[in-house]
């Protein structure tokens, strides 16, 4: 029997799976989206084939997290989707307009292909932004002055940029040839960008947020929270000099920048979650205040192993079957 105090902590790691797994399935699909080309329609129908099978069933992540703080952690819901009614709104009017050029663009006239090329490469920066925003809000503990607004907006064009980095070695380990070339030169300036936006967050962060300040230098946590920056920063040395030897013959190691950036970005969410644990809302409520009631959580979990577990592997299934390089686009 699972202790009543355990509850709330199986519930909370397992929103953070669900966050996490969503920051890099739907990171690179919305990093695609961010870098489509608006001069080469040929290329662009290479990118959208090559998230075509997946993108709509990576966003079911998103849908499962939140579904996971709405039921497990209401109160913390409430308090959040209180601060970010807006960004949250203007998240989904972005990934609405993806929804809906994605398939506008392979039905509509050719002359009105490239307006519906712009809206996806529109809805997916919109989103990206609202999600860096939003991130960057929480942060700061949803404050309402001139300093949180001003790191909510540095958050969301870092948001923005990681994600045009992980879509940028999405489509080295999916395209071939110019695209692929392309893509390179992208990731390349990308890494950089996110190198600089990385470096800004240690620092920064500790400074805005005391508790934040006294986990990351007080031992034995602050072991731990420096390993993260130096992993991140090696793995991105690393990834650039990776990108400056491919493409290499038969294609071989096209698969290393994407790994090397999901490892990234695996570090990057546990070094922040790891800088706000216990609190699901910073210096508001822990997970033991928010947490609903032991028997809801305790009735609730068992669908939650049923469900979690369905969901991986029919994502593990659909990369399965769709492994390897994209093809022409096709609707069918």
């Known amino acids: 029997m699972i202790a009543d105090a355990n509850l709330p902590v199986i519930f909370a790691g397992l929103m953070a799976l669900s966050v996490i797994v969503y920051a890099i399935l739907d990171g690179y699909d919305l990093g695609v989206g961010i870098l489509l080309p608006l001069n080469n329609d040929q290329q662009a129908d290479q990118m959208v084939a090559s998230i075509g099978p997946f993108w709509d069933a990576n966003e079911t992540w998103l849908v499962l997290a939140v579904g996971l703080l709405l039921i497990a952690f209401p109160s913390a819901h409430n308090v959040i989707l209180k601060a970010l009614y807006i960004p949250s709104a203007i998240m989904l009017v972005g990934l609405i307009l993806r929804g809906v050029a994605f398939d506008f663009r392979a039905k509509v006239a050719q002359v009105n292909k490239h307006r519906w090329n712009q809206i996806f490469k ?150 922040l979650a790891f800088s706000f644990y216990p609190y699901v809302v910073p210096g508001e409520l822990t997970i033991w205040d928010a947490a609903s009631a032991p028997e809801s959580l305790r009735f609730i979990l068992y669908g939650a192993l049923i469900v979690i577990p369905c969901i991986l592997a029919y994502t593990v299934f659909s990369y399965r079957v769709f492994w390897g390089k994209v093809e022409d686009l096709r609707y069918y």
């Open 122 to 271: 529109l809805g997916s920066c919109i989103a990206s932004a609202s999600q860096g925003y939003m991130l960057g809000s929480f942060v700061m503990g949803f404050e309402d002055s001139f300093m949180a607004y001003s790191f909510a907006a540095l958050s969301a064009l870092g948001v923005t940029c990681a994600y045009a980095l992980i879509g940028s070695t999405w489509l080295i380990l999916k395209t071939s040839d110019d695209l692929q070339l392309r893509a390179i030169k992208w990731a390349k300036l990308t890494g950089k960008i996110s190198f600089v936006g990385i470096l800004a967050v240690c620092i920064m962060n500790p400074l805005i947020n005391q508790f934040v300040f006294e986990r990351w230098t007080t031992p034995p946590f602050a072991y731990f929270m420096a390993i993260v920056p130096f992993v991140c920063f090696t793995l991105l040395f690393i990834g650039n000099l990776v990108l400056k030897q491919l493409p290499l013959k038969d294609d071989s190691g096209c698969w290393l920048p994407f790994l090397i950036t999901v490892v990234v970005f695996i570090f990057c969410f546990c070094g």
